[in-house]
């Protein structure tokens, strides 16, 4: 892409990886609430999702003219919708299951994401393989967080190795 476009979704794309993020996690909890036996309310959580997001983004968005607003209107909507229905979704699932994740585990991710993201922003632009490097710089800070603050601990470590040795067999 040109700098141009660079430039006019910068903002936009910020809002929209925390989309990103909520919908990563959305993905999973209808297949939780199906798991316990509530498949309509997990598929209701995906057309609730699907509805806040169209809707969302018809009051905020509808006849902007095409530019840098229109885009961050666009991804704030998004983000909004995907976020509330993550939020109900994870409410279900503590109903339904009595837990969703402990707030212990939330925080350390949560506080770990932050960092990492913070040191990602500060990070050099450069050309593909500068951004390779500095992608990984900033993935292997965010393990590190979690194996300091013993998120991930030894059991997990074992399981990635284990995987590792099976992929070089």
């Known amino acids: 892409y040109s700098a141009d476009a660079a430039v006019l979704c910068t903002r936009s794309m910020q ?4 989309g990103f993020g909520a919908f990563a996690i ?12 509530r498949e309509r309310a997990g598929a209701g959580i995906v057309f609730v999702a699907f509805a806040l997001v169209v809707t969302l983004c018809f009051l905020r968005v509808r006849g902007a003219p095409f530019g840098e607003g229109l885009l961050f209107r666009t991804a704030v909507s998004t983000s909004s919708g995907l976020v509330l229905a993550t939020g109900w979704a994870a409410y279900l699932v503590w109903r339904a299951a009595g837990a ?5 585990t939330v925080a350390r ?9 913070t040191v990602g922003r500060t990070l050099p ?17 965010y393990v590190a967080i979690l194996v300091v603050t013993r998120e991930l601990g030894a059991a997990d470590v074992a399981l990635v190795q284990g995987v590792l040795a099976r992929r070089r067999r």
Request: charged share 5%.
């Open 26 to 37: 959305l993905g999973v909890l209808p297949a939780v609430l199906s798991s316990l036996g």
């Open 109 to 117: 991710v949560l506080g770990a994401a932050a960092v990492a993201i």
């Open 125 to 141: 632009a450069g050309g593909r393989i500068l951004t390779l490097a500095c992608c990984a710089v900033v993935a292997a800070l």
């Open 15 to 18: 809002v929209l990886t925390l």
């Open 100 to 104: 969703v994740a402990r707030p212990a």
